[in-house]
């Protein structure tokens, strides 16, 4: 089995080099120059882009082939100061179009989390109004990269509500309502609370979307099962919505972190524990010929880098390169 390991948005190496600046809210309303303030937050966000690209830069020197974008890049978008105001197509393609130039060039493999408000169980008209359109932006931001659906937008399923079977069959029935658009770049991931590993999979495999399975997550939320009982269902819906003839090839891919310490089990640790990845990534190495792993420690690229280092001690593995490796089977 071929690992490959990514991290989330920000290094902890490059300096300087945040995707995420921005400007509150109260801040712009303060500003009376309305279009100077705009054009204040179109700088800002094509320093986050131009930092983004440095990372990706930094990615490609230290062989990381996958990474998560910060869902921040374009500050304010969408807020209600801001209506009408898009600059993902106008001022700011340019800047998106050379990160996807990047991207493609040097095969890598991105993706965003949109944040947890953004929730398709909801009950409420004007919360599922506000997640079509964050998730109508995010896809945006691809379309502007210009990448294909391998690139993908990874959410919870949401709350319960009072009821998860209610809330459940609320989520199919407004996911079925997506433009296919938005539909095919979606990716399901199980959480630490509410929605089960095991639950999620299900509604997974009801809408057609692949899971990301969080080992994390099910660790600390799951009604007995084990997480690789569950894989070759996971497997399957990422092997569902590949389509091959559109060279659309879509490998498995894992979340990881560790717990922060005993009383915080649910919080994320600098680092990850080497012992209970391993032991995951043996148990489904047979069934997986590669897999991406994407890290959610605190330490960001530094906790990729010392878990590559970890590994050099464990039998059956051989360094690929910097951010890689094969776990013999």
Same mark, same amino acid.
């Given at each position: 089995?071929?690992?490959?390991?990514? @991290?989330?948005? #920000? %290094?902890? *190496?490059?300096?300087?080099?945040?995707?995420?600046?921005?400007?509150?809210?109260?801040?712009?309303?303060? $500003?009376? !120059?309305?279009?100077?303030?705009?054009?204040?937050?179109?700088?800002?966000?094509?320093?986050?882009?131009?930092?983004?690209?440095? $990372?990706?830069r930094h990615n490609r020197a230290h062989d990381i082939h996958m990474y998560r974008f910060s869902s921040k890049l374009v500050p304010l978008i969408g807020h209600d100061l801001l209506e009408g105001w898009n600059p993902i197509s106008g001022v700011l393609a340019p800047d998106f179009a050379e990160i996807g130039d990047y991207v493609r060039t040097h095969a890598m493999r991105v993706s965003f989390h949109p944040d947890h408000f953004t929730v398709l169980s909801t009950p409420r008209e004007d919360?599922?109004?506000?997640?079509?359109?964050?998730?109508?932006?995010?896809?945006?931001?691809?379309?502007? #990269?210009?990448?294909?659906?391998?690139?993908?937008?990874?959410?919870?399923?949401?709350?319960? @509500?009072? %009821?998860?079977?209610?809330?459940?069959?609320?989520?199919?029935?407004?996911?079925?309502?997506?433009?296919?658009?938005?539909? +095919?770049?979606?990716?399901?991931?199980?959480?630490?609370?509410?929605?089960?590993?095991?639950?999620?999979?299900?509604?997974?495999?009801?809408?057609?979307?692949?899971? *990301?399975?969080?080992?994390?997550?099910?660790?600390?939320?799951?009604?007995?099962?084990? =997480?690789?009982?569950?894989? &070759?269902?996971?497997? /399957?819906?990422?092997?569902?919505?590949?389509?091959?003839?559109?060279?659309? $090839?879509?490998?498995? /891919?894992?979340? *990881? +972190?560790? &717990?922060?310490?005993?009383?915080?089990?649910?919080?994320?640790?600098? @680092?990850?524990?080497?012992? =209970?990845?391993?032991?995951?990534?043996? %148990?489904?190495?047979?069934?997986?010929?590669?897999? !991406?792993?994407?890290?959610?420690?605190? #330490?960001?690229?530094? =906790?990729?880098?010392?878990?590559?280092? !970890?590994?050099?001690?464990? %039998?059956?593995?051989?360094?690929?390169?910097?951010?890689?490796?094969?776990? #013999?089977?």
């Amino acid at each position: 089995m071929i690992v490959r390991l990514g @991290y989330v948005a #920000m %290094s902890m *190496v490059v300096e300087n080099a945040s995707p995420s600046k921005t400007m509150t809210a109260t801040h712009f309303a303060k $500003l009376l !120059d309305r279009e100077a303030a705009t054009r204040k937050l179109e700088r800002i966000a094509a320093e986050n882009l131009h930092n983004t690209l440095r $990372l990706l830069r930094h990615n490609r020197a230290h062989d990381i082939h996958m990474y998560r974008f910060s869902s921040k890049l374009v500050p304010l978008i969408g807020h209600d100061l801001l209506e009408g105001w898009n600059p993902i197509s106008g001022v700011l393609a340019p800047d998106f179009a050379e990160i996807g130039d990047y991207v493609r060039t040097h095969a890598m493999r991105v993706s965003f989390h949109p944040d947890h408000f953004t929730v398709l169980s909801t009950p409420r008209e004007d919360v599922l109004r506000s997640s079509v359109a964050d998730l109508d932006r995010h896809v945006q931001m691809l379309e502007a #990269m210009g990448l294909d659906e391998r690139a993908k937008c990874n959410i919870h399923i949401g709350g319960a @509500y009072g %009821s998860k079977e209610t809330a459940g069959r609320r989520f199919i029935r407004q996911f079925a309502a997506l433009p296919e658009s938005i539909k +095919s770049r979606i990716t399901l991931e199980n959480d630490d609370k509410t929605f089960n590993a095991a639950e999620t999979l299900a509604l997974c495999e009801q809408v057609g979307a692949p899971m *990301v399975l969080d080992i994390h997550h099910h660790q600390v939320n799951n009604e007995g099962e084990r =997480a690789d009982e569950l894989w &070759p269902r996971i497997l /399957k819906t990422w092997e569902t919505a590949s389509r091959p003839e559109d060279n659309i $090839l879509l490998p498995p /891919k894992i979340h *990881v +972190s560790s &717990p922060k310490d005993e009383r915080n089990i649910r919080g994320h640790a600098d @680092y990850i524990e080497l012992p =209970a990845l391993m032991d995951f990534l043996r %148990s489904i190495a047979e069934l997986t010929p590669e897999l !991406d792993v994407m890290i959610e420690a605190k #330490m960001k690229d530094k =906790a990729l880098f010392r878990l590559m280092e !970890d590994i050099q001690g464990e %039998s059956g593995v051989r360094e690929i390169d910097q951010a890689s490796f094969e776990l #013999m089977t």
